[in-house]
């Protein structure tokens, strides 16, 4: 079965990396693309009148970290870097209880970011995701956030 998986991950790697000629795409053993927005960005937003909750992403290499903080809700997780696209910030990874996550981003400046962030079936699933609209609510959307 990870034969039959690892087979599909690089036909679908194949399949992007060829549609997508000046791309920089990372394939499974390969030489991994550099992250170009690594460091920690945060945001806060309201959960509720008076709610206020604090989301920050930690970008590493080799993983990225999210923390959410507030009285409604709170996160901490580890997404382990399984590819990264850096033509279009194409980031799929995998907490360590196998929860698989899609994160783009998009709008890179040294202040901000702006990123979206979904829940993946597994990797296949993370790399066949377009990029959504600008104006999508699904998944709380796309959000700016700050450098810290």
């Not at 679908?12 to 000046?22: K, N, S, V």
Request: aromatic share 12%.
């Amino acid at each position: 079965m990870k034969y039959f998986r690892l087979l599909i991950a690089i036909g679908l790697f194949l399949w992007i990396g060829c549609a997508r000629e000046d791309e920089q795409l990372e394939l499974p053993g390969s030489t991994p693309v550099e992250i170009d927005f690594t460091g920690t960005w945060s945001r806060q937003f309201e959960a509720g009148p008076g709610k206020v909750h604090t989301a920050t992403y930690f970008v590493y290499q080799d993983s990225i970290r999210y923390t959410l903080t507030g009285p409604v809700g709170q996160a901490d997780y580890v997404m382990i870097r399984d590819a990264y696209s850096a033509a279009d910030h194409h980031f799929v990874g995998h907490r360590p209880d196998g929860q698989h996550y899609l994160v783009l981003v998009k709008a890179i400046s040294e202040e901000s970011i702006t990123l979206y962030k979904q829940t993946v079936a597994d990797l296949e699933e993370g790399l066949a995701r377009g990029v959504p609209p600008d104006n999508t609510n699904q998944n709380h959307g796309w959000n700016t956030y700050q450098k810290q």
